[in-house]
């Protein structure tokens, strides 16, 4: 039976050593860089070949959670870094990671080519890469069969009519969630947006987890045929409505509510400690050249920050533009994202 | 036998399952808990005062607490009649539904959640019960995913009770309920604690579960110390919360030790196919239909519910969602084939199946041998405790503690794809702990004594009386392993590695994006998981050693 057993301890030993090695470990050597993401980061298989061709770096992404617990882990790990570059970090959380020290500055040339008003890093400690909104989503069916008028402003939302037809995320646990409670207080200010949920709590809005719960399970256009026709999700969600789709239909079944819309900034930026800077620095550059940002759209239903990157066909017909999203300064988000979460619990979940 | 080399031989045993925890666990959950104590060096206490007094948290702790043991104690009232029908009556598709209710298990709550919420919500089937994002619903689903740990684990034991001695009972006059009580139930008590206490670990840290189904009201340890860790990055907090839960795991784990009995007594054990019968006359046929009827309803329905769906497309029935698996839309990355997705699962599930069975089995022979000579038991049961305690630590800070424990040579294992079986492994060794060890105290020492005395040499007594019945353990344990790893979702998800999507990270990853088509593939890439479940599991056990070979 001894024997047994050490034969078994040794097999075991084995096999995990060849895993180790198999597997190896990430980043460090000249020729292989790690891009540290979230599970949401999605790119072409050709596009990063691309990149190898050009300067001979290989790139191997590591996903690490979501946006929170990927930033998080490149906190904890700032003095033995897990990689070279992180993508994944957005405005509702700039602060935290800057503040911290773990991004090495950098101003890449290609910044040239991307609109001021997305650098929201006057010290270029990160890039932008990418754009999106959040916004109020509707389902076009259900108003045109109740003959109802969409609402056009948040305070529409709390008026009798649409009494129990929105759903929205938790901030606490969602980040469009978090978005659309940041669309408020700018909306609103620091001293109208509580009386502003307490409407909307007055008006029935129904609150889930995450976005899935919301979108596929709640969205009356979502897959999941649920009951509220208003859902916090995002600009890109009409065209994917329809590039999902088979057969494509002509127009879209959601449309956007353009006043309820929140700019969402995507940044990548040099991890301080990478022994590969200048290959690092290249990535980011790669990431904002048209190659990388051309391909942005349909992998990740977000927007090129690139000044006349060319869009696809469906986001072209099908992705209504807000003209003037609703905005908040990074570092006032940072000040205040915690206390403004902790307060809008009370306010309607309490 | 020389006790002295006996307590050696243990030791050695013991080596291994204790290396692995301390190595992958403790050491881990050691490391990112003490950053969150000694912040700037110095040791902060004020975050475990905050947990003591702050009114919030400690309805916090007490709602994870009594929601959890609620849980247990529903899973086991409605899963043990189902273990009793599934262990004794032979009935056509016995041994495929025994397999079959493990599906529950693996599937990831995502979308459980969203076949429940489909039947629970307003103008749902069960919409006029009101259930929608309350206790109720958390309770439906704990039971509806835990249902198979106590059946298997409390109808593998009861599948090997020797049925002539509740018989004896019944003859010399005492009613069923008598001969169940005094027979049976102490018969059957180590494994049925065995089941609770995994059950109520997986509740007591249920995550998914009351996030979705819950919804936005409801707080447990495990998502409080999510939130601490992931959202607000507060480290003290959140290690404050880790250490409230290990001392509850402590305490529970303590007490169900007491419900195992000081020592567990030998049975006599026989081969299930010795046991099982057809259910004769009308009340026995009543009892396995009213048990068929209840997993119908519990695990069934739901599971019917994603099956639907992933065969609807506009207008009717079809195998769009199928062939959409498959479609490559714009070269994009996050289209893995089904394929790959599939030989990723099997590769880890594989690989942790082979690590959780030789750690856990190690530990099960030396816990076992514990308690036949009579060795101390401290050290077992510390060990015992040690090896349950990943069940019942928030998966965030076994992540978080992976990253900042495993960095140096010769671990330095971040960003390693070899921590996705081993986190699985971590999971699975205490259910093959628990499944086995009950097993393998239950051989009656009398039947080795006997082959000692007719000249059989160590090594055929272990051949012959020991290893069909363990093997037969180790086969049920090893499904569960495989099973886990195939369903792990919550764990991985923390720890950084390079991508090799599985089946569940598939799944998450197309319902995160809107559309038809992104729904329909992902009921479809759940259907072919709980396909590929049942199979797998139907054909691990199939495995026929020694003459104990079946169920």
């Known amino acids: 039976m001894r024997r047994a057993a050490v034969t078994v301890v040794l097999a075991t030993l084995g096999l995990a050593s060849t895993l180790l090695s198999a597997c190896g470990s990430g980043g460090g050597d000249g020729n292989t860089l790690t891009l540290v993401t979230h599970d949401s980061f999605a790119v072409s298989d050709d596009v990063f070949a691309e990149f190898t061709e050009q300067t001979g770096v290989e790139v191997e992404v590591l996903p690490s959670g979501d946006a929170g617990a990927a930033i998080n882990q490149v906190i904890l790990t700032k003095d033995d870094p897990l990689g070279d570059v992180f993508f994944g970090l957005d405005n509702t959380f700039l602060t935290r990671a800057t503040e911290e020290g773990v991004f090495a500055r950098y101003e890449s040339p290609e910044l040239a080519a991307v609109p001021d008003q997305y650098e929201l890093d006057p010290r270029h400690r990160v890039t932008p890469i990418d754009r999106g909104d959040v916004c109020i989503n509707y389902d076009k069916a259900y108003f045109a069969d109740n003959g109802l008028p969409v609402p056009q402003t948040l305070d529409d939302l709390t008026r009798p009519e649409y009494r129990g037809l929105l759903v929205t995320e938790n901030p606490a646990t969602s980040s469009p969630g978090l978005a659309f409670l940041l669309a408020t207080v700018a909306q609103f200010g620091e001293d109208g947006w509580r009386d502003y949920w307490e409407r909307l709590r007055a008006n029935d809005v129904q609150v889930v987890a995450g976005w899935e719960e919301a979108y596929n399970g709640e969205f009356s256009a979502g897959e999941g045929q649920g009951d509220q026709p208003l859902v916090v999700s995002y600009a890109s969600s009409p065209p994917a409505a329809v590039f999902f789709s088979d057969p494509q239909p002509a127009e879209s079944p959601i449309g956007t509510v353009l006043a309820s819309c929140f700019n969402q900034i995507e940044f990548a930026g040099v991890l301080e400690g990478t022994d590969n800077e200048r290959a690092a620095r290249e990535l980011v550059d790669f990431m904002l050249s048209e190659r990388f940002q051309e391909d942005i759209p349909l992998n990740m239903f977000v927007f090129p920050v690139r000044d006349g990157v060319l869009l696809p066909d469906v986001f072209v017909q099908f992705a209504e533009v807000p003209p003037e999203p609703l905005t908040l300064d990074p570092d006032e988000i940072g000040d205040n994202r915690d206390r403004w979460i902790e307060e809008w619990t009370d306010t309607v979940l309490r | ?361 190690l530990a099960a022979f030396a816990l076992a041998a514990r308690g036949r000579d009579r060795s101390p038991r401290a050290t077992g049961r510390g060990v015992e405790m040690l090896l349950m305690l990943p069940l019942g630590v928030s998966a965030v800070t076994v992540g978080f503690g992976f990253l900042v424990a495993l960095d140096e040579p010769p671990l330095d294992l971040r960003g390693s794809a070899a921590l996705i079986p081993i986190a699985h492994a971590l999971v699975a060794v205490p259910f093959v702990v628990r499944v086995m060890t009950p097993v393998l105290r239950a051989i009656d020492d009398g039947l080795r004594e006997s082959a000692a005395v007719l000249g059989a040499s160590p090594a055929r007594v272990w051949r012959e009386v020991d290893l069909p019945i363990v093997a037969r353990a180790a086969l049920v344990a090893a499904g569960f392993a495989f099973a886990i790893s195939l369903g792990e979702f919550g764990a991985t998800i923390f720890i950084a590695r390079p991508d090799y999507p599985t089946l569940p990270v598939v799944i998450f990853r197309l319902l995160g994006q809107p559309g038809a088509l992104n729904f329909g593939a992902a009921m479809a890439a759940s259907t072919i998981l709980m396909a590929l479940t049942a199979i797998a599991i139907f054909a691990i056990e199939r495995f026929r050693v020694g003459t104990v070979g079946e169920f």
């Open chain 2, 1 to 361: 036998m020389d006790r002295h080399r006996a307590a050696l031989a243990r030791a050695a045993l013991l080596a291994v399952p204790v290396a692995f925890v301390a190595v992958f666990f403790a050491y881990p959950v050691a490391t990112i808990v003490g950053r969150g104590l000694w912040p700037d060096g110095h040791l902060d206490l004020e975050p475990l005062g905050k947990v003591a007094t702050d009114a919030e948290l400690r309805e916090v702790v007490w709602f994870t607490l009594w929601q959890a043991a609620l849980s247990t104690v529903l899973t086991v009232l409605v899963a043990l009649p189902g273990a009793y029908v599934l262990a004794r009556y032979d009935f056509p598709g016995r041994r495929l539904l025994w397999a079959a209710v493990t599906v529950p298990f693996v599937l990831p709550t995502v979308v459980v959640g969203s076949a429940f919420r489909g039947l629970l919500e307003d103008d749902g089937p069960l919409g006029a019960l009101g259930l929608e994002q309350s206790l109720a619903a958390i309770l439906i689903a704990h039971v509806f995913f835990n249902y198979a740990v106590v059946v298997r684990t409390v109808g593998g034991l009861w599948s090997h009770l020797d049925p002539r001695q509740e018989e004896a009972a019944r003859v010399l006059g005492a009613s069923r309920w008598q001969a169940f009580r005094a027979v049976t139930l102490p018969a059957l008590r180590p494994a049925i604690a065995a089941a609770a206490s995994i059950v109520f670990l997986f509740t007591f840290t249920s995550f998914g579960v009351i996030l979705i189904l819950g919804g936005p009201r409801y707080a447990t340890l495990e998502t409080e110390i999510y939130r601490q860790t992931v959202d607000l990055l507060n480290l003290p907090l959140a290690a404050a919360l880790a250490i409230v839960q290990v001392l509850a795991v402590v305490a529970l784990l303590l007490v169900s030790a007491r419900a195992q009995g000081r020592r567990a007594e030998a049975l006599r054990l026989r081969a299930a196919g010795e046991v099982v019968r057809r259910p004769e006359g009308p009340r026995q046929r009543a009892l396995l239909a009213a048990n068929l009827g209840v997993m119908a309803l519990l695990l069934g329905v739901p599971l019917a519910v994603l099956v639907e769906r992933s065969f609807s497309v506009p207008g009717g029935y079809g195998l769009g969602a199928y062939r959409e698996l498959g479609e490559v839309r714009r070269g994009t990355s996050l289209f893995v084939p089904p394929v790959e997705a599939i030989r990723n699962s099997l590769v880890f599930a594989a690989v942790a199946t082979v690590i959780a069975v030789t750690v856990g089995a």
